[in-house]
C-alpha cells in the first residue's frame, strides 16, 4: 500500500518566487527565542516583507506540549515544559535532535494542510534514504517510523515500530511555522519522562541514527535535508550572515 508521504502532491512554488532562506544555527537554541522569531518571520512572509525560511537548529533538553497534549502524559517534568500552538501532543527537543522549523506561504504553494503535512513526511523519508534507513508513514500515527523486527510484537502480534522524525506544525493566514524533529543522535531517555506524542503502546517507541547503529554527524544530515528540501519544496539561498 502506498504511504501517505508517496502520494503527496508537487509543493513547487507557483511563479517567480525568491528563494527559500535556509538558516543553520549554532549551539543551542532557547526554546522561547526560536518560537519568537518564528513568530516574527510568519509576519513579514504574510505581509510580503520578507522570504520564506527555514531554521536548523538544536535545542537545550526540553519538552514541548501540542495543542492535543494531555496533561496525563506529561510522566515527569524532567526539563522544562512549553505550551505551544503546534499541533500534536507532548514530546522532547534536545541536543542531537535535528529540529527543523518550515515557514513556507502556502498561498505560494497549496493551500492545502493535509498535502503540507505530506511533503514533509516525504521530506523526512527521502532525507532518510539518503543514509539508508527506511522510513515509513502510518495512515493512523503522524510521523515517521522505522521497522523494529527485533523487538517485541504487540500484544496482538502488531509488528514492533520506533518513531525517528516527529511532526507538528501550525499555519496563520497560511503561512507555516514549527515544523519536524528528525532524531539523529539525542539520549532516548530523556522520552522515558512522557508519552512521546500519546502514543503509549508497548512495541512502538522511539530511535535514532545512532540507535540504528549509523553514526552520522549534524553536518551531513543537514546536507541531505538541504538536497532533498529542494526537490520537494524549491529552492534555497543560503541566509545572509548577521
Known amino acids: 500500500m502506498l504511504s501517505r508521504a508517496s502520494l503527496s502532491p508537487s509543493m513547487l512554488p507557483q511563479g517567480d518566487s525568491p528563494p527559500v532562506e535556509w538558516h543553520v ?3 543551542a537554541t532557547p526554546y522561547e527565542e526560536a518560537v519568537a522569531a518564528m513568530e516574527a518571520r510568519v509576519e513579514a512572509i504574510a505581509a510580503g516583507q ?5 531554521f536548523l537548529l538544536e535545542h537545550p533538553p526540553l519538552y514541548t506540549a501540542g495543542t492535543s497534549a494531555r496533561e496525563s502524559d506529561l510522566i515527569e517534568a524532567r526539563f522544562p515544559v512549553h505550551r505551544t500552538g503546534r499541533g500534536g501532543q507532548f514530546t522532547y527537543h534536545g541536543p542531537g535532535q535535528r529540529v527543523a522549523y518550515v515557514m513556507l506561504d502556502l498561498k505560494r504553494r497549496q493551500p492545502d494542510l493535509r498535502a503540507f503535512v505530506a511533503a514533509l513526511e516525504r521530506w523526512i523519508v527521502q532525507t532518510l534514504d539518503g543514509f539508508d534507513i527506511e522510513g ?3 495512515e493512523d500515527r503522524v510521523g515517521v517510523w522505522v521497522a523494529r523486527p527485533c523487538k517485541p510484537r504487540g500484544l496482538n502480534g502488531e509488528s514492533a515500530e520506533d518513531k525517528i522524525a516527529a511532526l507538528g506544525i501550525r499555519v496563520r493566514r ?8 528528525l532524531n539523529v543522535a539525542p539520549d532516548l531517555s530523556h522520552f522515558s519522562a512522557i508519552v512521546p506524542c500519546g502514543i503509549a503502546e508497548a512495541h512502538l517507541g522511539v530511535t535514532s541514527f545512532k540507535d540504528l547503529g549509523l553514526a552520522a554527524c549534524m553536518a551531513e544530515v543537514d546536507a541531505v535535508l538541504l538536497r532533498e528540501f529542494e526537490e520537494i519544496f524549491g529552492s534555497t539561498a543560503a541566509a545572509p550572515r548577521a
Do not use: C, D, P, Q
Request: without cysteine; hydrophobic residues 55%.
Open 136 to 138: 515509513e508513514t502510518r
Open 25 to 27: 544555527l549554532e549551539g
Open 50 to 54: 520578507a522570504a520564506e525560511a527555514v
Open 174 to 181: 497560511w503561512v507555516s511555522f514549527h515544523g519536524i524533529a
